[in-house]
């Protein structure tokens, strides 16, 4: 009657070791390590690196308990900080040996202690939010005035490509503060000029004017089109942010929007605020220029500039025009893949402006070089020199002597993108790993003593019943730790409130099985039915009670942001592993407590007040 058949009780015993399992890496905690990424976007983390790495700290005479690498970074991991500020200093100095052109970053950070054969399942510890492991906030401004300058100088060039398609004569096009000021030579040259624009820009609003013999139309964008203009900025922002702190190796960062025009970006466990602030302060765009063939690097002729090109390892100047094709904005989507020929190759897509650019450029200057130049702190540097074969728009290939690895970097980098408008960091706040420490430990405190009081309270209630109680609960804490694991969910003070609440919401369940049994008992109920009634009867309840929880949950996940989603998830999943455990978990023990039991007189579950006695 009450026995599960062996294959539930095979699949409740594997549960419980997959919880087992992805919940111990959390008990062996962090230790001090130092992460080398690139600072170069064209500079990679590759095998030859680790070994460079590997030889510094060895010839350094200092110690690493091991190291993991990555496709962004690469990671090693010191016994103590004193180690490992050490092998900070020798990798930064030996990695960068001019501090003002930096190749690679040399931060410190923080790695899992867990042993090899726990990580080679993928068993890692959860994240710990800012306020547990310590780390840095910013608070970013974002220069919405700016994001409207830049636009405006793309639809400048936009304008010129327009108005030479259509054959509008013009004598110029400029940005004047907020507007754009097209220079014409007539007043039916200029009417024309505002219908062939307003046909292709409704974001655009215009007036007139004259300035000597010069009919002038000016634009400027609407008040819808701003508004439009400054939310993208803040989204790309955001993008490119998460992009950057990737460097860092920051395992789950928040970066975020506050308001109209901030950003706010938390970076867990992040030790070298220096090295942070230096990254997200970084400004990067992409350039397409002109090669100038034939000319001398080490002499160059007015109107071209030299940048670097990677080569085999080695550094190549180029010779490219000053005049610039298009910039990184026009850039769609790029993505790695195969030309005609099975080579690798960089598949690339541009806006509509952006196409009609090209197909101009590409047409007038079939099998010369055109160059994409990636600018970085100021500096330039060359990441693709490629010959044009044909005509072409808004999408092409660029190819070349790549290999497939190659091709997918620089495909990244095309998809990374520049900030869409200046920030400014206007706050700045460190947590210390200590003041995070001293919350982990009352955060693990409270649960403890909660998980104490509640497991006493249910043996002394309900006596093995109560016991059994219990033993769900510790299921349910295991399986719930296991699966923030498993997730990589960040863990904030916010979220061990709601382990707390799981709690006692998990053991409500039991609370509602044990008093349906009892309630059967005192019904006159036999033991064993008792027990199939208690669980089947209590079931209905339960679901309905923690299905309305959930939705109030989902709730809070959808709409909420920070601590708020922070709760909503470990609520959630609290939710899902109580059910779990507080039914099949407690019910697979009181299968085996009672349930091979043939004459069972009476059950071990409290005083049962029974009619007429």
Same mark, same amino acid.
């Given at each position: 009657?009450?026995?599960?058949?062996?294959?539930?009780?095979?699949?409740?015993?594997? @549960?419980?070791?997959?919880?087992?399992?992805?919940?111990?890496?959390?008990?062996?905690?962090?230790?001090?390590?130092?992460?080398?990424?690139? #600072?170069?976007?064209?500079?990679?983390?590759?095998?030859?690196?680790?070994?460079q790495?590997?030889?510094?700290?060895?010839?350094?005479?200092?110690?690493?308990?091991?190291?993991?690498?990555?496709?962004?970074?690469?990671?090693?991991?010191?016994?103590?900080? $004193?180690?490992?500020?050490?092998?900070?200093?020798?990798?930064?100095?030996? /990695?960068?040996?001019?501090?003002?052109?930096?190749?690679?970053?040399?931060a410190?950070n923080?790695?899992?202690?867990?042993?090899?054969?726990?990580?080679?399942?993928?068993?890692?510890?959860m994240?710990?939010?800012?306020?547990?492991?310590?780390?840095?906030h910013?608070l970013?401004?974002?220069d919405?005035?700016?994001?409207?300058?830049?636009?405006?100088?793309?639809?400048?060039?936009?304008?010129?490509?327009?108005?030479?398609e259509?054959?509008?004569?013009?004598?110029? @096009?400029?940005?004047?503060?907020?507007?754009l000021?097209?220079?014409?030579?007539?007043?039916?040259?200029?009417?024309?000029?505002?219908?062939?624009?307003?046909?292709?820009?409704t974001?655009?609003?215009?007036?007139?004017?004259?300035?000597?013999?010069?009919?002038?139309?000016?634009?400027?964008?609407? *008040?819808?089109?701003r508004?439009?203009?400054?939310? $993208?900025?803040?989204?790309?922002?955001?993008?490119?942010?998460?992009?950057?702190v990737?460097?860092?190796?920051?395992?789950?960062?928040?970066?975020?929007?506050?308001?109209?025009?901030?950003?706010v970006?938390?970076?867990?466990?992040?030790?070298?605020?220096?090295?942070?602030?230096?990254?997200?302060?970084?400004?990067?765009?992409?350039?397409?220029?002109?090669?100038?063939?034939?000319?001398?690097?080490?002499?160059?002729?007015?109107g071209?500039?030299?940048?670097?090109?990677?080569?085999?390892?080695?550094q190549?100047?180029?010779?490219?025009?000053?005049?610039?094709?298009?910039?990184?904005?026009?850039?769609?989507?790029?993505?790695?893949?195969?030309?005609?020929?099975?080579?690798?190759?960089?598949?690339?897509?541009?806006?509509?402006?952006?196409?009609?650019?090209?197909?101009?450029?590409?047409?007038?200057?079939i099998?010369?070089?055109?160059?994409?130049?990636?600018?970085?702190?100021g500096?330039?540097e060359?990441?693709?020199?490629?010959?044009?074969?044909?005509? %072409?728009?808004?999408q092409?290939?660029?190819?070349?002597?790549?290999?497939?690895?190659?091709?997918?970097?620089?495909?990244?980098?095309?998809?990374?993108g520049?900030?869409?408008?200046?920030?400014?960091?206007?706050?700045?706040?460190?947590?210390?790993?200590?003041?995070?420490a001293?919350?982990?430990?009352?955060?693990?405190?409270?649960? +403890?003593?909660?998980f104490? #009081?509640?497991?006493? %309270?249910?043996?002394?209630?309900?006596?093995?019943?109560?016991?059994?109680?219990?033993?769900?609960?510790?299921?349910?804490?295991?399986?719930?730790?296991?699966?923030?694991?498993?997730?990589?969910?960040?863990?904030? +003070?916010?979220?061990?409130?709601?382990?707390?609440? #799981?709690?006692?919401?998990?053991?409500?369940?039991?609370? +509602?099985?044990?008093?349906?049994i009892?309630?059967?008992?005192?019904?006159?109920?036999? *033991?064993?039915?008792?027990?199939?009634?208690?669980?089947?009867?209590a079931?209905?309840?339960?679901?309905?009670?923690?299905?309305?929880? +959930?939705?109030?949950?989902?709730?809070?996940l959808?709409?909420g942001?920070?601590?708020i989603?922070?709760?909503? @998830?470990?609520?959630?999943?609290?939710? /899902?592993?109580?059910?779990?455990?507080?039914?099949?978990?407690?019910?697979?023990?009181?299968?085996?407590?009672?349930g091979?039991?043939?004459?069972?007189?009476?059950?071990?579950?409290?005083?049962?007040?029974?009619?007429?006695?």
């Amino acid at each position: 009657m009450n026995r599960y058949p062996l294959w539930k009780n095979l699949m409740i015993g594997l @549960v419980l070791i997959f919880g087992l399992l992805y919940t111990l890496p959390n008990f062996f905690g962090e230790v001090p390590a130092v992460q080398v990424s690139s #600072a170069r976007s064209t500079v990679k983390v590759d095998a030859d690196l680790e070994k460079q790495v590997l030889d510094i700290i060895t010839n350094a005479k200092i110690a690493n308990d091991g190291y993991l690498r990555d496709q962004t970074s690469l990671r090693v991991r010191f016994k103590d900080v $004193d180690t490992q500020q050490k092998a900070k200093d020798a990798l930064e100095h030996a /990695l960068n040996p001019d501090p003002q052109k930096p190749s690679y970053v040399v931060a410190l950070n923080l790695l899992s202690a867990s042993p090899s054969w726990l990580t080679s399942i993928q068993a890692l510890p959860m994240y710990l939010g800012l306020d547990l492991r310590g780390g840095v906030h910013f608070l970013l401004q974002v220069d919405m005035n700016g994001a409207i300058t830049k636009q405006l100088d793309s639809t400048s060039g936009d304008l010129r490509t327009l108005l030479r398609e259509k054959k509008v004569a013009y004598s110029g @096009v400029s940005r004047e503060r907020d507007n754009l000021v097209v220079r014409l030579r007539s007043d039916a040259d200029r009417q024309k000029a505002k219908n062939t624009i307003s046909d292709s820009r409704t974001d655009l609003l215009f007036t007139t004017r004259e300035e000597g013999t010069d009919f002038l139309l000016v634009g400027s964008f609407s *008040p819808q089109a701003r508004r439009t203009i400054q939310e $993208d900025a803040i989204k790309q922002n955001i993008v490119t942010l998460h992009n950057r702190v990737n460097e860092l190796g920051v395992a789950e960062p928040i970066i975020q929007q506050q308001g109209a025009d901030r950003i706010v970006v938390e970076l867990p466990g992040v030790q070298d605020v220096g090295k942070a602030k230096d990254l997200i302060g970084r400004t990067a765009t992409l350039q397409v220029r002109m090669a100038a063939e034939g000319t001398d690097p080490l002499n160059p002729p007015p109107g071209t500039d030299v940048y670097p090109e990677m080569r085999n390892g080695q550094q190549v100047p180029v010779v490219v025009k000053k005049m610039v094709v298009l910039t990184g904005d026009r850039f769609v989507k790029a993505a790695s893949t195969f030309d005609n020929n099975q080579r690798p190759a960089v598949s690339v897509t541009l806006d509509a402006a952006g196409g009609h650019i090209m197909r101009d450029i590409t047409r007038e200057n079939i099998h010369k070089g055109m160059a994409i130049i990636l600018f970085e702190k100021g500096q330039g540097e060359a990441i693709s020199v490629a010959t044009i074969q044909g005509e %072409f728009s808004s999408q092409f290939q660029i190819t070349g002597n790549f290999s497939a690895e190659e091709t997918n970097r620089l495909a990244i980098l095309i998809r990374s993108g520049a900030l869409a408008a200046p920030m400014d960091i206007i706050e700045e706040r460190v947590v210390g790993p200590s003041a995070g420490a001293e919350n982990i430990q009352k955060g693990k405190d409270s649960t +403890l003593w909660g998980f104490v #009081a509640i497991a006493a %309270f249910m043996c002394i209630y309900y006596m093995f019943f109560g016991f059994v109680s219990a033993m769900a609960l510790s299921a349910n804490v295991l399986l719930l730790v296991a699966l923030l694991s498993l997730f990589q969910a960040t863990l904030t +003070l916010p979220g061990i409130a709601a382990i707390a609440l #799981a709690l006692g919401m998990a053991i409500d369940s039991n609370v +509602l099985i044990n008093e349906r049994i009892r309630e059967e008992l005192r019904n006159g109920a036999t *033991p064993q039915a008792a027990i199939l009634a208690g669980y089947e009867r209590a079931f209905n309840t339960i679901l309905d009670s923690n299905v309305t929880t +959930l939705i109030a949950g989902i709730a809070l996940l959808a709409f909420g942001s920070g601590p708020i989603k922070s709760f909503a @998830v470990v609520h959630c999943l609290g939710i /899902l592993t109580s059910m779990f455990s507080a039914v099949l978990v407690s019910r697979m023990i009181i299968n085996f407590a009672y349930g091979y039991r043939r004459k069972l007189d009476k059950l071990a579950i409290g005083q049962v007040w029974k009619p007429g006695v």
